[in-house]
Each structure stands twice: as structure tokens, then as C-alpha cells.
């Protein structure tokens, strides 16, 4: 079943992020992938993420594709103005690919092209307003297209939200997004109170994915805590990994694979779907989801 | 009022190859912020000179981008027939009007960095990105292109953390424009989706 049609039908959604190759070597990304065939619904693909310039997310995603894979293209509004960004999704759909989630994009002065101009001709809200047309066959200035896309369109939130945030995110919904999918998780309690939020504001109807990252370590949780954008490794968290990292016996990564799959269990009830985002490697996810019951 | 920011010396020294220069303030913005009035002028004058340059004369025009004639300003300052090249302490706009006349080569001496203005004695950054089609009614009156690093027309972007912006950690905008437009009574206005903006608007006139 696509992940479309697995979503929208209100079935848990397992999907994880490929990050593209810094170079034209794709092997890497390719073995990465074929890690978690099996355990995914669909692999999104990032857009030089976090800033740091690697190969396109369109290029990629087609090179999945190719093997079988569903992708989910990220599409963020820093690098591309409208044309750009609508001659991309024409290509993506070309290509096959059927799903995006689009997002603003971290700032250029974050990456490793601290100099490039930062387009942000559209910004993510106006972005999918853009591609509801593009889905009913217009142009952002009203031409008619040969063909139109058929894309499912996600957001991106962080799960605190202030009052400017929230309505932000109800503008995302309003201008067509299909689904949400947040910022790394780590407290349940804290992420029912997003949705109970969200679902206030914006009504039932869209779906949330919950982000997952499994810890590595004590020092990647602080390395999140300082230098991601809205992840907070919560303090009995941090204990629990830092008291793994003392003992031999138990040893950091498996009691992040545990907290990780317990965090999926408490989860399963309360959103539509997990989205995994390891630090590196995702030779982890598959005994994350199984030891989650997935 | 035309935000400016004064060059490294270093760089400045760098780029300037003549030896005979004349150097220019200006008596309205950049005197304002004290990066090109009279006592900045003359610390630049005592800088060169101790660079090996040779600093032939110096003035502050009333005005550096409001040229009424630059035979008058050649004949009260008769250094500038003198001098290989000028460095000009103002905005780009008073470097571009200057350069336009001199007849030789003019060195900006300071970046110009945003549309300002000065508020209860505070210089204050940023007010405006010259977009060609303000509606800054809408925003509370706070210019998001002028303020956001994005430009963010719809809220702020997922970088915002606790207030603060991801690029320099001053306070996100958006939450100052939700602010205002809340205390206003006028929160409406944002609610609804901005479109984009019209950038054909920023065309050259003819």
C-alpha cells in the first residue's frame, strides 16, 4: 500500500531520512537504504540539510525510486525561487515521486556556504499554497500546466509552540498540507498536548507523524540540546543515557535503542505515524521498530 | 536614515592605491551614527597618515548624497584637485553621487547595511527592505522583510527558539509583530495567508 493511501486511511506510518551524498557517489546513501527496506513505509529524502550542501533531494529520490523505494522529497524554500521551486516539483513528479514536505530551510550562515544568498522567495506557508495549485493544474501565476502533480504535501513543526508558531502551523494546514511531521520527540506526554493543541486549532483531519531521533550517547544529546532547533532531550532522559554511559554492561546505544522504542510504543496510540532521523547511521532502526512492536 | 558600518582598516588600506587622498564625511547619517562626521574623519586622516598615505586635505559635506554643485565644493576644498583618490565616509549612495562627479577614483570607506532610522536618540536597524509595495500595516508596522533574515511573510520559521532568532540570536521578529498586532486588537490582519511578494515592483524606473 503507498504511504499515501497507508496515511490517509489512518493506518501507522513508519517512514526514516536518507540524507543525499556530499559528492556524486550515491553507493553510501543506496546500502544506508537497503538497511531499512523492509521496516519502512517510505525513506524521505533531505535538501541540504542543516545548510550543508549535498547532492539534490530530486536527483536522489529518483535513484531510490528506481530500487523500489516510496520517497518522501524534502523541498525547503532557501535555495530555489518560485521557478525553480515549481520546474523541481514538475520534475519530481515526472520522476514519480508523489510525496514532499516542504519546509523554510536553517539559515546559509548555518552551513557550510555561509556566503550564498538566501533566496527565501516563498516561504514554507506560501510554498504549499503553491503546490495545492500546482495539484489542480496552475501555475503560482495562474498558467495552466500540461499535466498536472499529484503530490501529498507535509510540514514541519516543532512540537513547543508558541502562540505566533501555532498560527503559523494552522496557515500550513490551511494552504494544503496533508501532514505534519515534527521536530525529535522525547516526551509523549509533552507531544499529546502538541496534538491535542494542533487538532484544537487546525481540526482532526491532519495527520501528525512524530520525529524520532534514537541517542547515541550523553554528548549527542547535548550535541541536540545546543545545536538543534527545537529538541529538548528532557533531564531523566539525559540521566539515563549518562548513567549507560558509566556502565560497561549496559552500554549507551542500546539504552538509546530502548528509550527510542519505548518512546514508539508510547506513541503508537497518539499519532499517525514515526518518522526516525538517527545521527548518522540507521543500522539501529530496525531493532528500534522491532523492539516497538512495529 | 541609511544604516552604515565603518570598513576594517586593514581592508580598506588595502584596497586604496594612491598615495595623495582626500577624504570625505557627511554630515547627515553617517554623522548621526559616528561612522563618517567630523571626529571619525579625522581619526581616519591620523590613521592614514601613520599608514604611509599622504592626506591632502579633508571635509564634511552637509549632505554626501545631495550634490548641488561640486564646483562649489571644489573651490572651498582645493586639496581635492590635489589628491589621486577620495574616500568617501558615507552611505553607497553618497559614495555613487560623488564618484559620479570627481573625475577620479573613489573609495567607499564604509558598507552600507540597511534603511534605518533613529528613534529616542537609539539608532535602530532594519526598518525597511525596500520592497516596492509596503503594507507594513499589516505586519503592526514592523517590516518582516526588513527584520526576518528569511523574510518570512506568514510567522516565524522553525529556527525561532525561545524567542530568538537561529541566524544571531536577537529576538525573532515574528514575535514582536504577533505582540503588537495582539495589543492592537488587530491580530486578523496576520491571520490570513500572505501571499508573495511582487518583486517585479522592485523593477528599475525609467
Known sequence: MSFRNKLLSGKFTVTAEISPPKGTDISGMMKEARTIKDAVDAVSVTDNQRAIMRMSPLAACSALSQEGFETIMHLTCRDRNRLALQSELLGASFLGIKNVVVMSGDHPVKGDHPGAKPVYDLDSVQLLDMISRLNSGVDISGNGLEGKTEFLTGAVSNTELTEAALMKLEKKINAGAHFIITQAVFDAGKFSEFRDKVHDACGKQIKIIAGIIPLKSEKSAQFLNKNIAGVKVPDDVLRRIKAASNSEAVGHESVGIEIAAELIKELRGICDGVHIMPIGAHKNTGKILEMAGI | ?206
Not at chain 2, 153 to 167: Q, S
Request: proline letters at 3%.
Open chain 2, 1 to 206: 536614515m541609511i544604516i552604515s558600518r565603518q570598513k576594517e582598516f586593514k581592508d580598506l588600506l588595502k584596497s586604496i592605491k594612491e598615495q595623495d587622498i582626500f577624504i570625505i564625511g557627511c554630515g547627515k547619517c553617517a554623522t548621526k551614527q559616528r561612522m563618517g562626521g567630523e571626529p571619525e574623519v579625522l581619526e581616519m586622516k591620523k590613521k592614514l597618515g601613520r599608514s604611509g598615505k599622504n592626506v591632502v586635505g579633508w571635509t564634511v559635506l552637509s549632505s554626501a548624497c545631495n550634490l548641488s554643485s561640486w564646483d562649489e565644493v571644489l573651490s572651498q576644498n582645493p586639496g581635492i584637485a590635489k589628491a589621486e583618490a577620495l574616500l568617501v565616509m558615507s552611505c553607497g549612495g553618497g559614495v555613487s553621487i560623488i564618484s559620479s562627479v570627481a573625475q577620479r577614483a573613489v573609495y567607499p570607506a564604509l558598507d552600507t547595511e540597511s534603511l534605518g532610522g533613529v528613534c529616542r536618540d537609539a539608532v535602530v536597524m532594519e526598518q525597511c527592505g525596500m520592497c516596492g509595495e509596503c503594507d507594513i500595516q499589516v505586519f503592526g508596522g514592523i517590516c518582516p522583510l526588513g527584520q526576518c533574515p528569511k523574510s518570512m511573510l506568514n510567522g516565524p520559521c522553525g529556527g525561532a527558539v525561545e524567542g530568538k532568532c537561529e541566524v544571531d540570536e536577537r529576538k525573532c521578529v515574528w514575535d514582536e509583530i504577533y505582540e503588537r498586532q495582539k495589543s492592537l486588537g488587530r491580530l486578523e490582519e496576520i491571520k490570513h495567508i500572505h501571499g508573495p511578494k511582487d518583486h517585479s515592483k522592485r523593477r528599475r524606473r525609467v
